[in-house]
């Protein structure tokens, strides 16, 4: 590992670009649980106001507006950005920060259309810094002891998926609007789809959706519900419904031949996870601590820095659900079965990924309320 000049292990300087919910609750918290690699120098969001109250709050000088982006990376001497901003932006502040000489650690889902995800990934690589995309999941002990349950074959062959992810989105946030990424099946759908496909450990080939918008203040102009059914070239199928209109639901299942394994709430990033495995007509229950899900990406991303590796997730796992969900898109709008082009794909999270942090008491958020009003 890198050496600073008083023989400390080097820790990557971070800067969080966008000040949201989730940053405020999640993501500027979890910097006391990575302080082994990883280091907050600096913050961006376009409120003065918040980039005021967070700067002091966590002992962050270097401050700045998104037009101020590089000469923040700059000042602060920035080897990484978390860029946690509505998913239409991602595409142009990771091309931003990966011009800079930056690696990018960008949430999901990665952007609104393949060609975006495409160009980020040719951003990232030409410069030659990394992309991360932040499937937090990657890394929690509950979601991949049940993929190392999947490929075990305790529950014989397993051939289907099904899940339901909900919660009641408060009235005129940005999941609601287009214009910003929003609908379910972008802020809710990703984790679903990549949950199938990791449990699966393949790409689906066809795609059917049906989507919904009862009530505009829960979807201006975006899906408010999407029920979607995934084929896999093995026979497996995958059923779920995301929906920012109904009540809160995080839950999967994943059915074999000999047996079956409940998750729930299995997409949750402040609760205990807990597994209901049936096999045999016998049922045994796991329960998974609730831990800091957001340090782990944070000390996982550094060292993929520090010591040269590629990432896992990276962008082309970030590529592969969103080209998942234009496939859902396309299906709901059409009324047909949309066939997905074969893609490729090496990485898979396995258990070796778990990294276990104690659990974060989340802050007040300063102008920044919960998505949801449950």
């Given at each position: 590992?890198?050496?600073t000049?008083?023989?400390?292990?080097?820790?990557?300087?971070?800067?969080?670009?966008?000040?949201g919910?989730?940053a405020?609750?999640?993501?500027?918290?979890a910097?006391?649980?990575?302080?082994?690699?990883s280091?907050?120098?600096?913050?961006?969001?376009g409120?003065?106001?918040?980039?005021?109250?967070?700067?002091e709050?966590?002992?962050?000088?270097?401050l700045?507006?998104?037009?101020?982006?590089?000469?923040?990376l700059?000042?602060a001497?920035?080897?990484a950005?978390y860029?946690?901003l509505?998913?239409?932006?991602?595409?142009e502040?990771?091309?931003?920060?990966?011009?800079?000489?930056?690696?990018?650690?960008?949430?999901?889902?990665?952007?609104?259309?393949?060609?975006?995800?495409?160009?980020?990934?040719?951003?990232?690589?030409d410069?030659?810094v990394?992309?991360?995309?932040a499937y937090?999941?990657h890394f929690e002990e509950?979601n991949?002891?049940a993929?190392e349950?999947?490929?075990?074959?305790?529950?014989?062959?397993v051939r289907?998926?099904?899940?339901l992810?909900?919660?009641?989105?408060r009235?005129?946030?940005?999941?609601?609007?287009?214009e910003?990424?929003?609908?379910?099946?972008f802020?809710l759908?990703?984790?679903?789809?990549?949950?199938?496909r990791y449990?699966?450990?393949?790409?689906?080939?066809e795609?059917?959706?049906?989507s919904?918008?009862?009530?505009?203040?829960?979807?201006d102009d975006v899906?408010?519900?999407?029920?979607?059914?995934?084929?896999?070239?093995?026979?497996a199928?995958?059923?779920?419904?995301v929906?920012?209109g109904l009540?809160?639901?995080s839950?999967?299942?994943i059915a074999?031949t000999?047996?079956?394994?409940?998750?729930?709430?299995?997409?949750?990033?402040?609760?205990?996870?807990?597994?209901?495995?049936?096999?045999?007509g016998?049922?045994?229950e796991k329960t998974?601590?609730?831990?800091?899900?957001?340090?782990p990406e944070?000390v996982?991303?550094?060292r993929?820095?520090l010591e040269?590796?590629?990432?896992e997730?990276s962008?082309?796992?970030?590529?592969a659900?969103?080209?998942?969900m234009?496939a859902?898109?396309?299906?709901?709008?059409?009324?047909?079965?949309?066939a997905i082009p074969?893609?490729?794909?090496?990485?898979?999270?396995?258990?070796?990924?778990?990294?276990?942090?104690?659990?974060?008491?989340?802050?007040?958020?300063?102008?920044?309320p919960?998505p949801s009003?449950?």
């Amino acid at each position: 590992m890198a050496r600073t000049a008083s023989n400390e292990p080097r820790k990557i300087r971070y800067a969080v670009v966008g000040a949201g919910n989730i940053a405020q609750v999640a993501v500027l918290p979890a910097f006391k649980n990575a302080a082994e690699n990883s280091e907050l120098v600096a913050i961006v969001s376009g409120d003065a106001e918040k980039r005021a109250a967070l700067g002091e709050r966590y002992g962050v000088a270097e401050l700045g507006g998104y037009d101020e982006l590089e000469d923040v990376l700059k000042r602060a001497r920035v080897d990484a950005a978390y860029i946690a901003l509505p998913n239409t932006m991602h595409r142009e502040y990771t091309e931003r920060a990966a011009a800079a000489g930056v690696h990018v650690l960008c949430e999901k889902p990665m952007a609104m259309t393949e060609e975006d995800c495409e160009a980020m990934i040719r951003a990232t690589k030409d410069r030659g810094v990394k992309l991360m995309i932040a499937y937090r999941l990657h890394f929690e002990e509950g979601n991949l002891k049940a993929v190392e349950i999947a490929r075990s074959g305790e529950l014989g062959e397993v051939r289907a998926f099904s899940s339901l992810f909900t919660h009641v989105v408060r009235a005129g946030d940005i999941r609601t609007r287009s214009e910003q990424g929003g609908g379910a099946l972008f802020d809710l759908g990703v984790y679903c789809v990549n949950a199938a496909r990791y449990l699966f450990r393949e790409e689906p080939s066809e795609a059917l959706a049906v989507s919904l918008r009862l009530d505009a203040r829960r979807a201006d102009d975006v899906d408010e519900t999407t029920s979607a059914i995934l084929r896999f070239p093995s026979g497996a199928v995958a059923q779920f419904t995301v929906s920012q209109g109904l009540a809160s639901v995080s839950s999967f299942r994943i059915a074999g031949t000999e047996g079956e394994l409940r998750v729930e709430p299995a997409f949750d990033y402040s609760s205990d996870i807990k597994h209901y495995m049936t096999v045999g007509g016998k049922t045994e229950e796991k329960t998974f601590k609730g831990r800091d899900q957001f340090a782990p990406e944070l000390v996982y991303f550094s060292r993929c820095i520090l010591e040269d590796r590629e990432p896992e997730p990276s962008g082309l796992e970030g590529l592969a659900d969103v080209r998942v969900m234009r496939a859902l898109q396309s299906s709901a709008a059409s009324g047909r079965a949309e066939a997905i082009p074969p893609f490729q794909r090496d990485q898979r999270p396995g258990m070796s990924q778990s990294i276990k942090k104690p659990p974060v008491d989340p802050p007040a958020p300063v102008k920044a309320p919960s998505p949801s009003e449950q």
